[in-house]
């Protein structure tokens, strides 16, 4: 649940790199760009079994306040399938901000790392980390966005719908979180039906679903927030939800179990949806509560191929913002 003031700042205008701190940072042209890109590369490793070594040399900084398996486990793979090397920094390595000051461990990281990943709590740390970071920095999820999850879910789509313009995308459940505001927002750059359902109290934070709206008027997309879950599934493409309990959200964990007990996807909802219809989440998920079992070990769970897309996305991501071409 993110709790602070909304900013977004593009720190690119004045700097030599381009930083990714919110999906709001890659245009629809770069962002269709990118799942060009990742789409190469992902062709390449599984017919060579390698890729070429882009990254020789380079050195990517991981800087974790939080758990991860997703995000550590592919861009340190990414980096290494690219020929360079990432570096782990652990909740207990830095101390980011407490231990030393965020705009110290930015001078320093970024004067020897080539390029910095980092996992916050806040989505401010991200922010401050960026704008005293000489080199670029990429979101690995905050409270308020969870930007590189959504390039992986988007390719996804593109991969299985063969299309991204015009399909209906339902999230249930929490709609407050990182990764419900950076759908929300990539669907209104590209173009696609974004619509929530959850209880009231747990909307997405305003400005988000304002930016979102207004993005998906220019592309001939639309954003929709209801409460009935049935209401949402219906005639969608895809069904996506996430946890109820975002880390960070531990102390309300009872409260969210209960509230959000009708936004479980079950099999009767997924048959609400369309018949071809996928059933998406970002991981780690809990079956039994935001998910029926049979639902994401079903045939229409891609949750598998959407956690292995992060590892390609990401490569492109980080040759983008290194201004690597293939
Ligand atoms: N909303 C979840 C995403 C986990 C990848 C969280 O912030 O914990």
Known sequence: MFKGTIVFINYCNYMKYKSFLSITDLSSRELWNLFDTASKLKKEIKKTGKNKEYLKNKVLA???????????????IGMNQLGGHALYLGPTDICMGKRESVHDVAKVTSSMADIIMARTFLHETILELAKYSSKPVINGLSD???????????????????KIVGIKIAYLGDSENNVAHSLALASGILGTHFITAS??????????TKSAMTLAKKQGGSIQEVIDPNVAVQNADVVYTDTWVSMGDEAEKEKRLHVFQKYQVTEL?????????????????????????????????????????RLHVQKALMLYLLKINL
């Not at 991981?62 to 340190?76: G, H, N, Q, Y």
């Open 62 to 76: 991981m800087i974790f306040e939080k758990p991860s398996l997703r995000t550590k486990v592919s861009f340190a």
């Open 144 to 162: 308020l966005q969870h930007p590189c999850q959504i390039l992986a879910d988007f390719l996804t789509i593109l991969e299985v719908k063969k």
């Open 199 to 208: 209880p009231k109290g747990y909307w997405m934070n305003k400005v988000i």
């Open 269 to 309: 909802l997924m048959k609400k949806a369309n018949k071809d219809a996928i059933f998406m989440h970002d991981l780690p998920a809990y079956r039994g509560n935001e998910v029926e079992t049979k639902v994401i070990d079903g045939l229409q769970s891609v949750v598998f191929q959407q956690a292995e897309n």
